[in-house]
């Protein structure tokens, strides 16, 4: 008697970037760096704010939102909740100030230990220190100091799964998998699947020369 398992599923880490308000024209250059450091722009079921946290609705990029960035302004009081552990803290008012003062673009970036990877991009988070210490790194090259450091990156996993669903409340932030759980879907689903499409391929032997250099591999 076969016992029915059902599809274990696996889960690639996420993490929030935002691009500050002073380089959000930079946005094409900074998403083409991100998608040929590894990382996809998540995909999923658009999510909408609630318009009373934007002070301006109207600067919501309605055509981005399915593809899980955002192109938004976020008023202050908006800022002060996302930033709430910074609360009473010296910069906190220029903090808010700052990130409140114009558009900003916000991202759901997926890839394996996608928030160690996405930090280490980032680089430290004075862009002083920055350009001395880590001078390829976004915030050395798109920053300007302390405060003015270009883009945000979630700190741990626990802040990740707080600020996706700050900014993208319908998004459901799924825990890391044990590496047993991976091998288990491809050996139960992908293999055999790869198989029998190789299978197919050496009977039809298509007149292709990737097809054949695949089937060459394989033998």
């Not at 091998?183 to 298509?206: A, F, I, M, S, W």
Request: proline share 8%; glycine share 4%; aromatic share 8%.
């Amino acid at each position: 008697m076969e016992l029915s398992m059902p599809p274990p599923q696996i889960y690639v880490e996420k993490t929030l970037a935002i691009i500050k308000p002073d380089i959000v024209d930079k946005e094409e250059e900074i998403q083409d760096i991100i998608l040929r450091s590894g990382f996809t722009i998540v995909q999923g079921h658009p999510s909408v704010p609630a318009l009373s946290a934007v002070s301006h609705a109207s600067n919501l990029d309605w055509r981005s939102v399915s593809r899980m960035r955002r192109k938004l302004h976020l008023s202050p009081e908006h800022c002060s909740n996302f930033y709430v552990e910074q609360y009473g803290k010296m910069f906190f008012p220029n903090l808010t100030a700052y990130m409140s003062s114009g558009p900003l673009v916000v991202m759901i970036l997926a890839r394996y230990n996608a928030i160690s990877y996405w930090k280490e991009l980032l680089g430290p988070s004075n862009s002083l220190v920055a350009k001395e210490t880590h001078p390829d790194s976004l915030r050395a090259i798109y920053g300007t100091d302390e405060l003015r450091n270009a883009l945000h990156g979630s700190n741990d996993f626990a802040a990740a799964e707080r600020e996706i669903r700050f900014m993208f409340p319908a998004v459901i932030v799924e825990p890391i998998p044990v590496g047993q759980a991976a091998k288990d879907y491809l050996n139960l689903y992908v293999t055999p699947t790869l198989l029998k499409g190789l299978t197919e391929l050496c009977k039809q032997k298509p007149a292709d020369p990737f097809v054949e250099e695949l089937l060459s591999m394989r033998t």
